[in-house]
C-alpha cells in the first residue's frame, strides 16, 4: 500500500455498526465482545445491544471456518474464559447500582429508548420465580437481563446469593450459545450459515423460556380452575332451599 492510500485510510471515519455483531468483531475482535456482553448486562442502557447474536457470532469466530466467513478469527479459549467474566462482573455491577441508588435510577422520562415497562417486567419475573431461578433464567431474556440485576439489587436480594447464581447462570449462557456457534459452524456450509443465523438464535431463547411458559401454564390452569370453583359456589348458594 503506498502513502496516498496510507493517508486516505487514516483520514476515513472509522464506521462501526453498534447493532451488528460482525462489525464489532471485526473492528474489535476479543474486545469487542467483552465489551458488548459487560455492557447490556451491567449497564442497563446497553440492553438494546445484541449479546444473544454477538455469542453466536463470536463462536462462530472461534471456529475452523472463521477466516473463511468472517474474515477474522478469535481464541476459543479466551471467549470461554473471558466473557463470562465479562458479564458475571457486568451483572455484579448492576446489582451493586441498584442497590446502591434504588428506584431512584429509574426515575427518567420514558424515551423511544428506555421504557418504565422494561423495569416493570423484570421485577415481574423477580418476584414470579423467586430470586435464585429468575437472576438465571433473565440471562437468556433480552431486555429483561438487563434490567433485573440492578432491580435484584433494588429488591435487596443479598449480594453473595445473588453472585452465586450470577455466576452459574453468566457460565451457562454465555459459554453455551459460544460453543454452539462454535460447533455449527462445523456443521452447516458456511455459504448458507446466515440463512440458519436467526432461527438458531430464536430457538435458543425458546428453549430458555419454556421453564418460565411451563411455570405460568401451571399458574393459569390453577387460576382457571379456581375461577370454574367459585362459579360453581356462587351458583350453588344462588338457587333456592329445597322445602323438605
Known amino acids: ?24 468483531i471485526d473492528t474489535f475482535g476479543l474486545v469487542g465482545v467483552y465489551a458488548v456482553i459487560f455492557a447490556e448486562t451491567g449497564l442497563f442502557f446497553g440492553f438494546f445491544l445484541p449479546g444473544d447474536t454477538m455469542l453466536f457470532i463470536a463462536g462462530i ?58 423495569v ?21 431474556i433480552p431486555v429483561v437481563r438487563a434490567f433485573l440485576n440492578p432491580v435484584a439489587g433494588i429488591l435487596e436480594m443479598p449480594w453473595q446469593k ?38 438458531i438464535i430464536a430457538a435458543i431463547v425458546l428453549i430458555a423460556l419454556l421453564p418460565m411458559l411451563r411455570e405460568l401454564g401451571k399458574r393459569l390452569l390453577a387460576r382457571r380452575r379456581g375461577g370454574a370453583a367459585q362459579t360453581r359456589d356462587d351458583d350453588t348458594e344462588s338457587q333456592p332451599a329445597t322445602r323438605r
Open 1 to 24: 500500500m503506498g502513502h496516498l492510500e496510507l493517508t486516505r485510510a487514516a483520514s476515513e471515519p472509522l464506521a462501526v455498526n453498534l447493532l451488528d455483531p460482525k462489525s464489532l
Open 162 to 199: 445473588f453472585l452465586l447464581w450470577n455466576v452459574v447462570g453468566g457460565v451457562i449462557w454465555t459459554d453455551g450459545i459460544i460453543l454452539l456457534g462454535n460447533r455449527t459452524a462445523g456443521v452447516i456450509p458456511p455459504s448458507i450459515i446466515d440463512k440458519y443465523l436467526l432461527p
Open 61 to 118: 469466530a472461534s471456529s475452523a471456518v472463521a477466516e473463511h466467513l468472517l474474515g477474522t478469527q478469535l481464541s476459543l479459549p479466551a471467549l470461554l474464559i473471558g466473557v463470562p467474566v465479562a458479564a458475571i462482573a457486568g451483572a455484579q455491577l448492576g446489582h451493586f447500582l441498584g442497590a446502591r441508588f434504588g428506584r431512584a435510577m429509574f426515575d427518567r422520562p420514558a424515551s423511544r429508548l428506555f421504557k418504565a415497562q422494561y
Open 120 to 140: 416493570d417486567r423484570a421485577e415481574y419475573y423477580f418476584n414470579k420465580f423467586g430470586p435464585a431461578k429468575a437472576v438465571v433464567l433473565a440471562r437468556f
